[in-house]
C-alpha cells in the first residue's frame, strides 16, 4: 500500500482518481443517492470541462474496513443531539449569570469581560485545534470537547457559594476558559467531519447543524428558566450539565472512530494566503461585530422607547432565535444546490445577507435618516431579518472557504478540511468577541439609532467589497470556477476507515 498521497488534477472527463470518476461514473459498491446522507455527489455534469486547478481529493487507498452510508448517517444524527445539548447551558449564561454575579460584587465591566473573554478563547483555540485535529483524531475532540463542556456548567452551579468577590471572579474564569476550549474543540471537530464525510453535501449539513445549534438556544432558556423557579441558580447547570455528560458517554460508543491521518499536511497559513478566504472571513467577523449593537442595545431600546416590561423582553429574542432555527436549513438547501451550478452561488447569498444585515438594522433602530417611525412591528421584523441574517451568513461561509480551498489547489484531506473548520469557528467566535465591544462604543457615541444607522452603513460597505472582489477575481484573477461537483470528488476513504480513537503516527 502506498503511504504518500500522489497529487493529479483531472485532465478530463476520462481521468480516474482513487477509483472515482471525475465525471461522475462510479466503481462497483459506491453509495451515489445524491442525498444530503450520501456519501457525496461526484458530479452531475457528464461533459466537464479541463479544469488544471481544480485539486484531486488525494483521499488515500481504503483500508480493510470502511463506514457504511448508514453508519454515517446514523453516526450525523447522534452528533447532532449533542450538539443540541452543547447548546443548552450555553444558553444560560447570558440571562442567569449577570445577575447573580453582579449580586456577589462583580461590575458590569467585569461581567462584560468575562463573557468577552469565552468567545476570544474560543476563537484562538478552534484555530489552534483546527490546525491539530488531524493528530488529536476528530472523534476524541468532539466528545472530550462536549464533555469539558458539560463539566464547566455543572462548575457553574457551586460557584454561587463562594462569598470572595475576588475567588468568585477567578473560579468564573477559570469554568469559563475551559468551557471555551470544550467548545472549540467540539464545534471545529464536528464541522470537519460534516465537510470530509459529506463531501459536496457540506451546505446542507451544516445547515441542519445551525438549526440544532439554534433548537439549543431557543429551548435551552425557557427550559432553564422552570429549573431556575424550581431549584435556585444552580439546578439548571446541574441538570444540562449532566445531561450533557450522559450524552458524552453515550456518544463515545455510538459515534464511530475516523482515520485522521496525522501525515497530512496542511497549515492554516497555505489558507490564509488565499485572499479570497480573508474576504469571507472578514463578512462573517463584522456580520456579527455589528449585530452586537442588537445584543447590547435592544433591551433598553424596547424599555425606553416602547415601555416593554422586562418579563416580555425574551420574546423578541426568541423571534430572532427562531427564525434562525428555520432559516439555516432552508438556507442550507438553497446553497447546496446552488453551488452545484455555480460555485461563486455561496459568495453571492452572503452578499446578500450583507445587504439583509442593512434593512435590519434600519428597522430596529429605526433609520431617523430614512423617517422610519418608532413602530414595534418594524423591531419584530427586523429581529425576525436578524435570524435569516445570521444564516444567510454563517452557512454560505463555510461552503465558500471550503470551495475556495479546493479551487486554489489544496489538497482535499481531513488536515484541510480541519483548518478550513477551525478558520471557520475562529472568524465567527473573533466577531463575537468584538460585537459587545463595537456595539457598547458605537451605542455610546451615536445613540442606538444612530449606531444602527452607523451598521447599516457597515454592512452595505462589506457587501461592496464582496461584489467587488467577486467581479475583480472573474474578470482579471482566476476566472469563473467550476461547478462545485465537479471536483468536489466523493468518497472519503480514508476518513472512514476504523481507527483508534486518538490518531497516533
Known amino acids: 500500500m502506498n503511504t504518500k498521497d500522489s497529487k493529479t488534477y483531472g485532465s478530463g472527463t476520462g481521468d480516474i482518481e482513487n477509483g472515482h470518476s471525475i465525471n461522475g461514473s462510479k466503481k462497483d459498491g459506491d453509495d451515489r443517492s445524491g442525498s444530503p446522507f450520501s456519501d457525496g455527489s461526484a458530479s452531475s455534469a457528464s461533459s466537464a470541462k479541463e479544469f488544471p486547478s481544480a485539486p484531486s481529493t488525494q483521499r488515500g487507498e481504503k483500508e480493510e474496513q470502511s463506514l457504511s452510508g448508514r453508519t454515517r448517517r446514523l453516526a450525523f444524527l447522534v452528533e447532532m443531539v449533542l450538539i443540541f445539548a452543547l447548546y443548552l447551558p450555553f444558553a444560560l449564561l447570558a440571562p442567569f449569570y449577570p445577575p447573580k454575579a453582579q449580586d456577589k460584587g462583580l461590575s458590569p465591566f467585569q461581567v462584560g469581560l468575562l463573557l468577552a473573554l469565552f468567545a476570544g478563547v474560543a476563537s484562538l483555540f478552534s484555530i489552534i485545534i483546527g490546525q491539530f485535529l488531524s493528530h488529536i483524531g476528530p472523534k ?60 459536496g453535501n457540506e451546505a446542507i449539513l451544516f445547515g441542519i447543524m445551525e438549526s440544532f445549534i439554534g433548537l439549543g438556544f431557543l429551548l435551552g432558556g425557557p427550559i432553564g428558566s422552570g ?31 475516523y482515520n485522521a491521518r496525522p501525515r497530512e499536511k496542511t497549515s492554516v497559513l497555505e489558507l490564509l494566503r488565499i485572499p479570497s478566504v480573508w474576504t469571507t472571513c472578514l ?33 423578541f429574542w426568541v423571534l430572532s432565535g427562531v427564525f434562525k432555527t428555520v432559516s439555516s436549513t432552508l438556507i442550507g438547501t438553497l446553497t447546496n ?107 455610546h457615541q451615536f445613540g442606538f439609532s ?21 467581479a475583480w477575481e472573474y474578470r482579471c484573477g482566476r476566472g469563473r470556477r467550476e461547478a462545485y461537483r465537479l471536483f468536489a470528488i466523493s468518497g472519503s476513504d480514508e476518513l472512514n476507515d476504523e481507527v483508534p480513537l486518538v490518531a497516533t503516527k
Open 337 to 443: 444546490k446552488l453551488v452545484e451550478t455555480n460555485s461563486a452561488a455561496a459568495r453571492l447569498i452572503l452578499i446578500v445577507g450583507q445587504i439583509l444585515g442593512c434593512i435590519t438594522l434600519l428597522f430596529i433602530g429605526p433609520s431617523q435618516t430614512l423617517h422610519l417611525p418608532d413602530k414595534l412591528a418594524l423591531v419584530c421584523i427586523g429581529l425576525a431579518l436578524e435570524g435569516i441574517v445570521k444564516s444567510c451568513v454563517i452557512v454560505p461561509s463555510l461552503v465558500d472557504v471550503t470551495v475556495t480551498a479546493r479551487w486554489s489547489g489544496l489538497p482535499d484531506n481531513f488536515a484541510t478540511q480541519s483548518i478550513i473548520a477551525g478558520l471557520f469557528w475562529g472568524a465567527f467566535s473573533f466577531g463575537t468577541f468584538l460585537g459587545p465591544l463595537i456595539g457598547g462604543a458605537l451605542i
Open 140 to 199: 476524541f475532540a468532539f466528545v472530550a470537547g462536549a464533555f469539558l463542556v458539560g463539566g464547566s456548567s455543572i462548575l457553574m452551579a457551586p460557584q454561587v457559594q463562594l462569598t470572595s468577590e475576588v475567588e468568585f471572579f477567578w473560579f468564573t474564569l477559570a469554568t469559563l476558559f475551559v468551557w471555551a476550549i470544550g467548545h472549540a474543540a467540539a464545534n471545529t471537530s464536528c464541522t470537519a467531519m460534516i465537510s470530509y464525510n459529506f463531501p
Open 227 to 257: 429549573f431556575y423557579r424550581v431549584g435556585g441558580y444552580s439546578l439548571p447547570f446541574y441538570v444540562f450539565g449532566g445531561f450533557l455528560v450522559l450524552l458524552v458517554v453515550l456518544n463515545f460508543f455510538t459515534v464511530p472512530s
Open 283 to 315: 463578512a462573517l467577523t463584522i456580520t456579527f461585530g455589528i449585530l452586537g449593537i442588537i445584543t447590547v442595545g435592544l433591551a433598553v431600546h424596547l424599555t425606553d422607547t416602547f415601555e416593554v416590561k422586562d418579563a416580555y423582553a425574551g420574546f
Open 450 to 470: 444612530g449606531a444602527c444607522n452607523v451598521g447599516a452603513v457597515v454592512f452595505l460597505i462589506m457587501g461592496a467589497i464582496l461584489s467587488i472582489y467577486l
